[in-house]
């Protein structure tokens, strides 16, 4: 069993910057990868970004690319969202997520095994 945590979350004007962290706890939490989404109000969850268990392997939704960096400190057992140049419509909860068997990241919703409670990022124009 995996616990994840988010944190970090808050109100920010559009082009400002937050850093989401995500506490993992439990047997696999520094082998697994994780991933971030988000789901907006009325939207389905929507991949964000995702990482490799060991930080090597990064990818970003197209619409975050060159404004948001995942990373992971499995020393701490914390992955990193810094998002950057924030826009509008990047308002959302924020959801961490880990993978129970793969150490690689996926964009898709539904092989994720364990995730957190979310955390509120809102975006003021």
């Known amino acids: 069993q995996v616990q994840l945590v988010e944190s970090g979350g808050g109100l920010v004007q559009a082009g400002g910057s937050l850093r989401l962290s995500c506490a993992a706890s439990?047997?696999?939490?520094?082998?697994?990868?994780m991933g971030w989404f988000r789901q907006a109000p009325g939207k389905e969850r929507e991949f964000v970004s995702g990482i490799n268990w060991s930080g090597d392997s990064t990818g970003h939704a197209n619409s975050v690319k060159g404004r948001f960096t995942i990373s992971r400190d499995n020393a701490k057992n914390t992955v990193y969202l810094q998002m950057n140049s924030l826009k509008p419509e990047d308002t959302a909860v924020y959801y961490c997520?880990?993978?129970?068997?793969?150490?690689?990241?996926?964009?898709?919703?539904?092989?994720?095994?364990?995730w957190g409670q979310g955390t509120q990022v809102t975006v003021s124009s």
């Open positions: 439990g047997r696999t939490s520094s082998s697994a990868a």
């Open positions: 997520a880990a993978r129970r068997y793969s150490t690689t990241w996926s964009s898709y919703v539904d092989v994720y095994d364990y």
